[in-house]
């Protein structure tokens, strides 16, 4: 994928100032007496010129330590070697990085060659077996590093990508990270986490997504279409009509928002004990590098997950309409296209000045 | 791509079986020599702490072309024809300082395989290249008899190279080692987990706290050991030193903070883990000592040009004596010798083996000792440490030898200066201490004087307030702590002559256990 030069672009920064930064100043207060104590933990993919690190930053989110001047809490992930040395180097002192591909990571199984097998060993092993022990240790690390207050997880690529199926490694590892979140207790004082907020990017091209994966997302929401009567006519209030695989078609973006969300949500409600608050769904167009004339869409969704109390105790099942009840309302707010609303110049030139004043706040940083 | 040979010369076969560095701090420090020497103004490395297992090296220099870069690999690891005009110097006024791939074999003890990414911008030309050493290197070329091999050149691994989109931007080297050996990883992973601050002052007061830095792990002591090693800045700026509170002749505070000068003008900042280094040395440390007076400290300077063999040796440098108390933490005790300025090994705590016994001194001393010239022959091809036979090295060491017998005569009459001003102070406290007494078993303020008057060896004058000593009495004791324990017995004995008889034998004892205990 050809290089986005990040900060210069206003389209992403519009999602990072309007849609994350309110999302974590509303964790930093909701978490409030405890952040004192322990500093925020935020885990993201910030890419190499780290722009939101650096904006939650500035507006007191992610704090440096007194004594050392540190910046406390912030764990990356990213792929590529190089991208990875200069997160580390613009960061300067982050709390972990974890090098590889994420869904590897996330997902990695023991096979014959890694089971009882460690890559920091007396025993020798060959560049395969490393590269797998690699992975494990990848992995044992990144789970120790759980659970976080905040989880962005701008990642690149479609979340069901062609022959996948619809659980695909993304969506996989999504699940994963969800349940060590449910599972995990913060390193200093032993309690879990109650409340994370989770911003998930996702490309959004049809023609890269499996058709599978497509069909069950339909499938998925015309039951609520079907079943439940609000939905519907909100559905067809926004659309025009009530045939789910036809907004598939005519609108994927709006469809795969609406769509993507709903099995997150039932997921969280249902099998992890998460009640989740969805704020706005932002979508913009990339020009695709390797098809001239042709685009694709990233979708950015922010949402919010509370512990639900003795989930798995209950004889009721609150989550059922609280599962309605957010489809529904994700429907009814539809999408926020950032393409118009950067149009106007004023917007554009707030945006300018603001990712400039980051960039130059991040860089006189590292100045001796 | 294709994988091709790394051939490096016989000789150097050699120097990798020996083990060419002793630790990851002196396998970057080749790497950071080779980015000052590309005028780099900025090297980053890092090292993913806690992790340890990905190690960055970046440099914004001028980078090195795939030709150049392939003629390394291809058997010019280690010639000499980077510095075979000694005087060459970079931009800035700096010297060269490393040697041709010598960084390769460094890294390559850490780790299995790095990649090496470069955009250079002379020839707006880049590539990227994946270097692969043998996994039992040391042990192949164990097995090579060097002395009877006909080759010229011996394999020591592979690589591959491609070229790559120039990016201005990019401009400089890049290392990238991600595949790193377990034992580097464990030895790291072991140290406990103490992050690095973001200020190197920090890092310093952190450091003197402790006895020695081990007490951190190898990690820190990696970060100490490019900190001193590196040609960057001392951490004032100026020099080492706060003047005002180290003897020096003015002529060496002027030379040194030319030498100071320098270092800045070099404009180069090497990064670790987001901590900008300095050169760790910052004289007197701690500021009061732990008797509560100032610290202080004296600079014996060395200041010398010679010609060895028709061959020129020019130093510059220091040994400074801290008064009295140990310079912490231990790895900055000793000698370090400087080459173009980067250093050679870590500091010696034998001083290049100086022969006299000047026992628990030693750690009162750190000197730095740069070679303006010469001594460049002398050198391993390791880069740290000497061939102790080479007449400019037994050249400097008869120097150092020479100064520091100066520095522990001085040593000494240090010692007699604060025992005697010790001594004298415990008097004049013990003696106010004792008029305070006398003061309050008498009333009034009685005076302690000495006398040649008095009939008696010691007399209580209670008109005039007065304790009268006479000094001259020969039934005092010649010793002057048993003389002293004599003075107040009879101090109590006297004292308690005054009271009524029935009271005596009570005051006396009383009186003496109070002055006793003085």
């Known amino acids: 994928m050809a290089h986005i030069d990040f900060t210069?672009?206003?389209?992403?920064?519009?999602?990072?100032?309007?849609?994350?930064?309110?999302?974590?100043?509303?964790?930093?207060?909701?978490?409030?007496?405890?952040?004192?104590?322990?500093?925020?933990?935020?885990?993201?993919?910030?890419?190499?010129?780290?722009?939101?690190?650096?904006?939650?930053?500035?507006?007191?989110?992610?704090?440096?330590?007194?004594?050392?001047?540190?910046?406390?809490?912030?764990?990356?992930?990213?792929?590529?070697?190089?991208?990875?040395?200069?997160?580390?180097d613009l960061i300067g002192s982050p709390e972990q990085g974890f090098l590889g591909d994420f869904a590897k990571i996330v997902l990695f199984e023991d096979d014959e060659d890694t089971r009882e097998q460690e890559l920091y060993s007396d025993e020798p092993h060959s560049e395969s077996v490393r590269k797998k022990l690699r992975y494990k240790?990848?992995?044992?690390?990144?789970?120790?590093?759980?659970?976080?207050?905040?989880?962005?997880?701008?990642?690149?690529?479609?979340?069901?990508?062609?022959?996948?199926?619809?659980?695909?490694?993304?969506?996989?590892?999504?699940?994963?990270?969800?349940?060590?979140?449910?599972?995990?207790?913060?390193?200093?004082?032993?309690?879990?986490?109650?409340?994370?907020?989770?911003?998930?990017?996702?490309?959004?091209?049809?023609?890269?997504?499996?058709?599978?994966?497509?069909?069950?997302?339909?499938?998925?929401?015309?039951?609520?279409?079907?079943?439940?009567a609000e939905f519907r006519s909100i559905f067809i209030n926004r659309f025009g009509y009530s045939e789910v695989d036809r907004l598939a078609t005519d609108n994927f973006p709006e469809f795969f928002c609406l769509a993507l969300p709903k099995v997150m949500i039932h997921l969280a409600l249902f099998?992890?004990?998460?009640?989740?608050?969805?704020?706005?769904?932002?979508?913009?167009?990339?020009?695709?590098?390797?098809?001239?004339?042709?685009?694709?869409?990233?979708?950015?969704?922010?949402?919010?997950?509370?512990?639900?109390?003795?989930?798995?105790?209950?004889?009721?099942?609150?989550?059922?309409?609280?599962?309605?009840?957010?489809?529904?309302?994700?429907?009814?707010?539809?999408?926020?296209?950032?393409?118009?609303?950067?149009?106007?110049?004023?917007?554009?030139r707030e945006l300018a000045q603001d990712l400039r004043r980051i960039v130059e706040s991040r860089d006189r940083f590292r100045k001796p | 791509?294709?994988?091709?040979?790394?051939?490096?010369?016989?000789?150097?076969?050699?120097?990798?079986?020996?083990?060419?560095?002793?630790?990851?701090?002196?396998?970057?420090?080749?790497?950071?020599?080779?980015?000052?020497?590309?005028?780099?103004?900025?090297?980053?490395?890092?090292t993913n702490w806690p992790s340890f297992d990905i190690v960055t090296c970046y440099d914004n220099g001028a980078g090195i072309t795939l030709q150049e870069f392939r003629r390394v690999m291809k058997g010019g690891i280690g010639e000499s024809s980077k510095r075979a005009d000694?005087?060459?110097?970079?931009?800035?006024?700096?010297?060269?300082?490393?040697?041709?791939?010598?960084?390769?074999?460094?890294?390559?003890?850490?780790?299995?395989?790095?990649?090496?990414?470069?955009?250079?911008?002379?020839?707006?030309?880049?590539?990227?290249?994946?270097?692969?050493?043998?996994?039992?290197?040391?042990?192949?070329?164990?097995?090579?008899?060097i002395a009877r091999t006909d080759d010229k050149e011996f394999e020591i691994g592979q690589f591959e190279v491609e070229e790559i989109k120039y990016d201005p931007s990019q401009a400089g080297t890049y290392i990238i080692a991600a595949d790193m050996r377990s034992a580097f990883v464990r030895k790291f992973r072991e140290s406990p987990e103490v992050p690095l601050p973001s200020k190197f002052s920090s890092f310093l007061d952190i450091i003197h706290s402790k006895r020695?830095?081990?007490?951190?792990?190898?990690?820190?002591?990696?970060?100490?050991?490019?900190?001193?090693?590196?040609?960057?800045?001392?951490?004032?700026?100026?020099?080492?030193?706060q003047w005002d509170r180290v003897k020096t002749p003015p002529e060496f505070r002027k030379k040194f903070e030319g030498l100071a000068q320098s270092l800045r003008d070099y404009q180069f900042e090497v990064v670790v883990d987001g901590l900008s280094l300095r050169k760790p040395n910052s004289y007197p440390h701690p500021l009061v000592r732990r008797d509560g007076e100032p610290m202080r400290g004296q600079v014996f300077p060395i200041d010398k040009e010679v010609k060895v063999y028709g061959r020129p040796l020019k130093l510059l440098g220091y040994i400074y004596m801290q008064n009295g108390q140990a310079i912490e933490p231990i790895e900055l005790r000793g000698l370090l010798i400087r080459i173009r300025n980067v250093a050679v090994g870590a500091y010696d705590p034998t001083f290049l083996k100086y022969p006299n016994i000047e026992g628990?001194?030693?750690?009162?001393?750190?000197?730095?000792?740069?070679?303006?010239?010469?001594?460049?022959?002398?050198?391993?091809?390791?880069?740290?440490?000497?061939?102790?036979?080479?007449?400019?090295?037994?050249?400097?060491?008869?120097?150092?030898?020479?100064?520091?017998?100066?520095?522990?005569?001085?040593?000494?009459?240090?010692?007699?200066?604060?025992?005697?001003?010790?001594?004298?102070?415990?008097?004049?406290?013990?003696?106010?201490?004792?008029?305070?007494?006398?003061?309050?078993?008498?009333?009034?303020?009685?005076?302690?004087?000495?006398?040649?008057?008095?009939?008696?060896?010691?007399?209580?004058?209670?008109?005039?307030?007065?304790?009268?000593?006479?000094?001259?009495?020969?039934?005092w004791p010649r010793a002057r702590n048993k003389r002293e324990l004599a003075q107040l017995v009879a101090i109590a004995f006297e004292i308690s002559m005054l009271v009524p008889e029935s009271e005596r034998r009570e005051r006396f004892y009383k009186l003496l256990s109070q002055l006793l205990n003085l």
């Not at chain 2, 470069?118 to 590539?127: D, G, N, R, Y």
Request: with cysteine; net charge negative; aromatic share 10%.
């Open chain 1, 8 to 88: 210069k672009d206003i389209l992403k920064h519009y999602v990072r100032r309007y849609g994350w930064l309110p999302a974590c100043q509303q964790q930093k207060h909701a978490i409030g007496k405890r952040s004192k104590r322990i500093p925020l933990r935020y885990f993201t993919f910030c890419a190499a010129e780290a722009i939101d690190v650096f904006m939650l930053e500035r507006e007191g989110i992610l704090q440096r330590d007194e004594q050392t001047g540190r910046l406390e809490g912030v764990f990356f992930c990213e792929e590529n070697e190089e991208a990875f040395g200069r997160i580390a």
């Open chain 1, 137 to 228: 240790d990848v992995h044992r690390c990144l789970r120790e590093a759980f659970p976080f207050d905040i989880i962005n997880l701008d990642v690149c690529g479609v979340m069901f990508p062609l022959r996948t199926g619809v659980i695909a490694p993304l969506l996989k590892s999504l699940i994963r990270i969800l349940e060590w979140q449910t599972q995990s207790a913060f390193p200093l004082n032993n309690r879990p986490c109650e409340q994370f907020v989770l911003f998930l990017t996702s490309h959004i091209d049809p023609d890269r997504t499996d058709e599978s994966a497509i069909q069950q997302l339909v499938n998925r929401v015309s039951e609520n279409v079907d079943t439940n």
């Open chain 1, 271 to 348: 099998r992890l004990g998460w009640d989740v608050t969805y704020g706005p769904v932002y979508v913009y167009s990339r020009d695709d590098a390797y098809h001239e004339n042709r685009q694709y869409q990233i979708m950015h969704s922010v949402s919010v997950y509370r512990r639900i109390r003795d989930f798995g105790r209950r004889l009721d099942e609150p989550g059922a309409g609280q599962y309605a009840r957010i489809v529904t309302q994700i429907a009814n707010e539809g999408v926020v296209w950032v393409d118009d609303i950067v149009q106007q110049p004023e917007v554009r």
């Open chain 2, 1 to 46: 791509m294709a994988w091709e040979d790394i051939v490096v010369s016989s000789k150097i076969v050699g120097h990798v079986s020996a083990g060419i560095y002793r630790s990851a701090g002196g396998a970057l420090k080749e790497l950071v020599s080779n980015a000052f020497d590309a005028n780099a103004t900025r090297v980053v490395v890092t």
């Open chain 2, 86 to 145: 000694t005087d060459v110097t970079l931009e800035l006024g700096r010297p060269i300082i490393g040697v041709l791939g010598i960084g390769i074999l460094g890294i390559a003890q850490v780790c299995h395989e790095f990649k090496v990414i470069s955009h250079h911008p002379e020839t707006s030309t880049a590539f990227q290249a994946i270097v692969r050493l043998m996994d039992y290197l040391r042990e192949k070329v164990d097995d090579v008899d």
């Open chain 2, 212 to 241: 020695s830095v081990k007490e951190f792990g190898d990690y820190w002591q990696m970060v100490l050991e490019l900190a001193t090693a590196c040609p960057i800045p001392y951490i004032t700026d100026q020099s080492p030193f």
């Open chain 2, 360 to 475: 628990p001194r030693f750690n009162w001393l750190s000197g730095e000792i740069y070679v303006e010239s010469g001594l460049e022959h002398a050198l391993n091809i390791d880069r740290d440490s000497f061939n102790e036979m080479h007449p400019h090295f037994v050249a400097l060491q008869q120097s150092v030898h020479s100064l520091l017998q100066e520095v522990f005569l001085e040593a000494g009459r240090g010692v007699e200066e604060r025992s005697r001003v010790r001594q004298k102070n415990e008097r004049d406290r013990r003696l106010g201490a004792l008029r305070h007494l006398l003061s309050q078993e008498l009333g009034g303020n009685y005076q302690l004087v000495e006398t040649e008057e008095t009939q008696l060896p010691l007399e209580v004058d209670t008109k005039y307030r007065r304790v009268l000593i006479n000094t001259q009495s020969t039934l």
